[in-house]
């Protein structure tokens, strides 16, 4: 009769310690993004800008840190994007209003009502934004984004506000191009224009072009001499490339049907 071999002892489960880690950045993002609201009701708005800008930060890192400790988990999804909803969608829609949408009943009652439906507008449309996100990862290219990304579009508003701020500007002088381009931001968030994700595809895509790595070291310089006017140019110009792109292919699809 052969001896039985003795079973080997069940695996312990990986403890959840180590979870904590990436909720620690999406909490930090959490807290700036509040914090950003605070610095808005006191006129601070240079502080409530950077720390958008803070927020946006630690929400990429939050999401890398969880894949490199392969600590994914459902929660974390679920937490980084009602973390998200305050940072990128409630603080610039705040910050923004605070700034000059509110000054918008300077023109009448009205048009007060206006500036404070437009901000909820774009926090409106930040949760829409997250929420399909949230239902079609899985199921869209991952190298496009469909509709402007939250925090590309809390950085478009964030960066507005602090250059114009930083130059001097009070938000009642410009409170229609607030207007303007609070709606636009919001509406990009739910339009179903693609923009591209930089996070490519396939077994090549952790590879960047040198060309690339020049290209962001150079952004990241000029960011160091200007933050808030380079901050503006790039978040203004990748907000437009959606339009642009859309644009170009609808022209191409008719050229290729007229020929």
Known sequence: MEPVQPSAPPSRPRGRGIYLLP???????LFAGFYAIIAATQGRFDDACIAIFVAAILDGIDGRVARLTNTQSEFGVQYDSLADLISFGLAPALVMYHWALSAMRLDGVTAGKVGWVVAFLYAACAALRLARFNSQVNQVDKRWFIGLASPAAAGLVASL???????????????????????????????????????GGGPRSDRMPFLAV???????????????????????????TGPAYAGWRRLRRGGRESA
């Open 214 to 240: 020049v290209v962001v070291l150079a952004v990241l310089a000029a960011i160091a001499i200007d933050p808030p006017t380079v901050l503006l140019a790039v978040t203004a110009v990748y907000a437009l």
């Open 161 to 199: 506000v602090w250059t114009c701020f930083a130059l001097g500007y009070e938000g009642a002088q410009l409170r229609y191009l607030a207007l303007a381009v609070t709606a636009a931001a919001a509406l990009l968030m739910v339009s179903r224009v693609r923009y591209f994700s930089f996070k």
């Open 23 to 29: 909720n620690l950045f999406t909490t930090g993002g």
